[in-house]
C-alpha cells in the first residue's frame, strides 16, 4: 500500500534552516508528481510547494518563494523541502502528498497524504 513518511521537522530559531523529507513506498515513485503542504494552527491547508515526476517545473507558494526549495531523488524514492531564512509564520504541521499523476495541477489533488511532521520556528 502507499506509505509517505515524512521526517526532518522540530524546533528552529528564526532565521534558521530546516530540510524535510519524505520517503514514499508502495507506488512507482518515479512516475507521479509530489507536493508539500502544511497547516498552521486555526488555520486552512495551504499548498507549499511541488515538482514534476522527473524533478521538473517546480512550484511555490508566494510566502515561501526564495527560502524554500523542492528537490527530489528518485532512486532513493524522496522528496524533500529545504528550508531557509525561517519565519515564526512558517509554524505549521508539513505534509507531503503524491499526486495522481506525474504532473502537478492547481488546484492541487492529492490522492494520498503522509501522516506530517511539525515545524516550530521560535526564539
Known amino acids: 500500500q502507499v506509505q509517505l513518511v515524512e521526517s526532518g521537522g522540530g524546533l528552529a530559531q528564526p532565521g534558521g534552516s530546516l530540510r524535510l523529507s519524505c520517503a514514499a513506498s508502495g507506488f512507482t515513485f518515479s512516475n507521479y508528481a509530489m507536493s508539500w503542504a502544511r497547516q498552521a494552527p486555526g488555520k486552512g491547508l495551504e499548498w507549499v510547494s511541488a515538482i514534476y515526476s522527473d524533478g521538473s517545473d517546480p512550484f511555490y507558494a508566494d510566502s515561501v518563494k526564495g527560502r524554500f526549495t523542492i528537490s527530489r531523488d528518485n532512486a532513493k524514492n524522496t522528496v524533500y523541502l529545504q528550508m531557509n531564512s525561517l519565519k515564526a509564520e512558517d509554524t505549521a504541521l508539513y505534509y507531503c502528498?503524491?499526486?495522481?499523476?506525474?504532473?502537478?495541477?492547481?488546484?492541487?489533488?492529492?490522492?494520498?497524504w503522509g501522516q506530517g511532521t511539525q515545524v516550530t520556528v521560535s526564539s
Open positions: 502528498a503524491k499526486a495522481p499523476d506525474s504532473n502537478y495541477y492547481t488546484p492541487f489533488s492529492p490522492d494520498y
